[in-house]
């Protein structure tokens, strides 16, 4: 079966489930999968938690990507976790595309090239941006070196970190959006802070459980 193509419950999808994983609009009978609503055919990739590829296929019931239970897309502006930072990236983790919080998270690299349009070069260029375990308002992008995980950026004055804590846990106020500041020990570090705008709704991330954070 062709992805994009229209189908109704009960029309037969796949001879065998095979290499796939079956997600949502399907069911499997005598080995066979089916169709269990009227949509559409999508095949979609993400790497798991021993970064091994999983083709995952599903029936959705709109072309309208807004209207699905959504993979992170182009375009998309996404609450992710910075995990790690290295040198050259940011491992993180995307959790939610606005309000819609994700069941699985998906593995993202955040390039120091996405930080910020003609940033010079720095020593440690991430430590001006984002820091381990802050939750960011990134956007997904494409990039031509990067084929296999889903590509960040915060360069645009909307996006940047939305919640950050200090060495003990503590909240880190916003003091401008360059800089934080630790409500336990006053000390500051520099954040790139995101210019939410007021009407953009963001998910209950902060009340969280999180022994990391």
Same mark, same amino acid.
């Given at each position: 079966m062709?992805s =994009?193509? $229209?189908?109704?419950p009960g029309?037969k999808v796949l001879?065998?489930i095979g290499d796939?994983?079956?997600g949502n609009?399907?069911?499997e !009978?005598?080995?066979? #999968?089916?169709? /269990? #609503?009227t949509g559409y055919v999508?095949?979609y990739? &993400?790497?798991?938690?021993?970064d091994n590829?999983?083709?995952?296929i599903e #029936?959705?019931?709109s072309?309208?990507q +807004?209207?699905n239970? $959504?993979l992170? @897309?182009n =375009? !998309?502006?996404?609450t992710a976790?910075?995990m !790690?930072?290295? +040198?050259r &990236?940011a491992?993180?983790?995307i959790?939610s595309? =606005?309000?819609?919080?994700?069941?699985?998270?998906?593995?993202a690299?955040?390039?120091?090239?996405?930080?910020r349009p003609?940033?010079p070069?720095?020593?440690?260029? @991430?430590?001006?941006?984002?820091?381990?375990?802050d939750y960011?308002?990134a956007?997904?992008c494409?990039?031509a070196g990067?084929?296999?995980? &889903?590509? +960040?950026s915060? !360069?645009?004055n909307?996006l940047? #970190?939305?919640?950050c804590?200090?060495?003990?846990g503590e909240?880190?106020?916003k003091?401008?959006?360059?800089?934080v500041?630790?409500?336990?020990t006053g000390?500051?570090?520099l954040?790139?802070?995101a210019k939410?705008?007021?009407?953009?709704?963001?998910?209950?991330y /902060?009340?969280q459980?999180d /022994?990391?954070?």
């Amino acid at each position: 079966m062709i992805s =994009g193509t $229209l189908v109704a419950p009960g029309d037969k999808v796949l001879d065998g489930i095979g290499d796939y994983k079956m997600g949502n609009g399907l069911y499997e !009978a005598n080995r066979r #999968v089916y169709a /269990s #609503v009227t949509g559409y055919v999508n095949v979609y990739g &993400f790497r798991d938690k021993t970064d091994n590829l999983v083709q995952v296929i599903e #029936v959705r019931r709109s072309e309208n990507q +807004l209207d699905n239970e $959504l993979l992170p @897309f182009n =375009g !998309a502006v996404v609450t992710a976790k910075v995990m !790690a930072v290295g +040198l050259r &990236f940011a491992k993180c983790d995307i959790i939610s595309i =606005g309000d819609k919080v994700y069941k699985k998270r998906f593995s993202a690299l955040l390039p120091k090239k996405k930080l910020r349009p003609l940033e010079p070069e720095l020593s440690e260029p @991430f430590k001006n941006f984002v820091r381990p375990n802050d939750y960011i308002l990134a956007k997904v992008c494409d990039d031509a070196g990067i084929k296999d995980k &889903f590509v +960040l950026s915060i !360069a645009e004055n909307e996006l940047g #970190v939305v919640l950050c804590r200090g060495k003990y846990g503590e909240p880190m106020q916003k003091v401008d959006w360059n800089t934080v500041v630790s409500t336990r020990t006053g000390r500051t570090e520099l954040r790139k802070m995101a210019k939410v705008p007021q009407k953009c709704m963001l998910p209950s991330y /902060s009340n969280q459980t999180d /022994s990391s954070a």
